[in-house]
């Protein structure tokens, strides 16, 4: 489903990311693990089209990001780390309006609304202003935008910073629901995180790609990453 | 809908809601207002040539605190990065804000046309220079609107894109200034560059392609200087 061949990012005479080649299965949930500064944020960009890679390939369900960048970030869903939404909207009106943008068809918009409102639990803060959100709804919220387009691909950036425990157990149940029907690449600096979270792991640091690991054969994350890193 | 008519239907609802907008129509209507009144009580003559030189220095001062939170509050608020990650083009963002803050003046403009109206019911104004002058500070709104535009997309800080598209457009008015010390040919470029020297000739009936194509010239550039500082990245 996505693909990186050779993946590199420059910023002026800054390496930020350094020939990653990667490829993450239909359906999967990937962890991108990594101290602050290893990359893990600029890949993330990369995949959802915010960035553009300086050298290197990644392909979204088959589109090139840097040929095809429309397709490739129409089947991409993005939740940036701070949850940035506009507070002035209403829940409503802010996942129509993403909905819109990203191509749903006008008719197909509030069913989709409704839809993703529903498998997220925001339906009833619909008609509520943004700025009056809670931090758990207003991440929910966030979720939700990335996802009422129906993407393939789910892009989440530090999913749980910040939360409180409730809410993280909460993230994390919703993550692993998806799997299966999205696949989604996940970023985070927290080991116990990304061990209950994801299918698989890939360890960065200091923008190169260390190690992808099965959590299923990968017993004891701390120990990898701190021999690893 | 296109993603265009998405876009500008957010960008004009933000535009038209904002405080911003209500207080700069406020300052725009009034001291438009107060200067078509003095005009006309002093001088009892039918035009609005001192009114346009007035809304030519009161768009240079205003246009800055329209377009300085177009692209600067959405990069600090972090929602630029849910625009650029949507399947739209850079162009279509930027023409969407651009276009929105563009309707704001043009309104101003139009609740500006009043004063022509009372010309016209009380007197019999020549309607070229009036005709003129509403053209070129249409031309001249959209030159400012687009390198506003154009600094807002380059920070996060909007006094920051305030501050350097009031002191570009005040560089602009005043680029003729320095003709008098540069040798030849060279004097003519700064000549050329002045923003009033090709707003006057409107002012007085008189509509000049190389005017327009100045404005019109001026305005693309900035949309696509805008447009590149955008797919940048």
């Known amino acids: 489903m996505v693909e990186l061949r050779k993946v590199t990012k420059r910023y002026g005479p800054h390496l930020a990311v350094r020939d990653v080649t990667l490829s993450v299965a239909e359906g999967e949930v990937l962890g991108l693990l990594g101290p602050n500064g290893s990359g893990k944020t600029t890949l993330l960009r990369m995949l959802t089209g915010a960035h553009t890679p300086t050298s290197g390939q ?10 095809q960048p429309l397709e490739a970030r129409r089947r991409v869903g993005y939740v940036p780390e701070s949850h940035p939404l506009y507070d002035h909207m209403r829940v409503r009106e802010l996942l129509s309006f993403m909905a819109a943008l990203r191509g749903v068809e006008r008719r197909a918009i509030p069913g989709a609304v409704g839809e ?3 498998s997220l639990a925001v339906k009833d803060v619909l008609e509520v202003p943004i700025r009056h959100l809670s931090r758990g709804y207003r991440q929910r919220v966030a979720i939700a935008q990335a996802l ?12 749980t910073n910040g939360l409180d425990p409730r809410q993280i157990i909460e993230t994390r149940n919703l993550i692993r629901g998806l799997a299966g029907r999205c696949t ?6 927290i080991l116990s995180e990304i061990a209950r979270t994801v299918d698989r792991v890939a ?10 690991r099965s959590m299923a054969e990968t017993p004891d994350l701390e120990a990898l990453f701190l021999s690893l890193a | 809908m296109s993603a265009l008519g998405v876009l500008l239907r957010k960008e004009l609802h933000a535009a038209f809601t904002s405080p911003v907008a209500w207080a700069v129509s406020g300052v725009f209507l009034l001291v438009a207002g107060y200067t078509f009144s003095l005009s006309l009580f002093m001088s009892k003559v039918a035009n609005l040539t001192y009114v346009f030189h007035q809304v030519y220095i009161l768009l240079v001062l205003l246009v800055p605190v329209i377009t300085m939170r177009s692209f ?3 990069r600090k608020a972090g929602t630029l990065e849910l625009l650029l990650t949507a399947p739209v083009r850079e162009i279509w963002v930027v023409l969407a804000k651009y276009l929105s803050c563009l309707a704001l003046v043009a309104v101003m403009l139009l609740a500006s046309t009043s004063y022509a109206a009372v010309l016209a019911l009380y007197g019999e104004p020549d309607l ?9 500070l249409l031309l001249l709104a959209s030159l400012l609107v687009g390198v506003g535009t154009l600094w807002s997309s380059v920070t996060e800080n909007q006094v920051v894109a305030a501050s350097a598209s009031l002191g570009t457009f005040l560089m602009l008015w005043f680029a003729d200034s320095v003709a008098y010390i540069l040798p030849a040919p060279v004097d003519l470029f700064f000549v050329n560059l002045s923003l009033l020297g090709h707003f006057a000739p409107f002012v007085s009936g008189s509509v000049f392609l190389s005017d327009v194509g100045y404005y019109l010239t001026g305005t693309l550039l900035a949309l696509f200087l805008t447009t590149r500082a955008l797919a940048d990245r």
């Open chain 1, 58 to 67: 990644l392909t979204v369900a088959g589109f090139d990001s840097v040929r």
């Open chain 1, 116 to 118: 993703v409102a529903e």
């Open chain 1, 148 to 159: 009422v387009h129906r993407p393939p691909v789910l892009v989440l950036d530090e999913p």
């Open chain 1, 184 to 189: 989604v690449i996940m970023s985070s600096h």
């Open chain 1, 203 to 212: 360890i960065l640091l200091r923008g190169g790609l260390l190690t992808v």
């Open chain 2, 72 to 74: 600067a509050e959405e």
């Open chain 2, 128 to 136: 070229a220079p009036i005709a003129g002058g509403y053209l070129a």
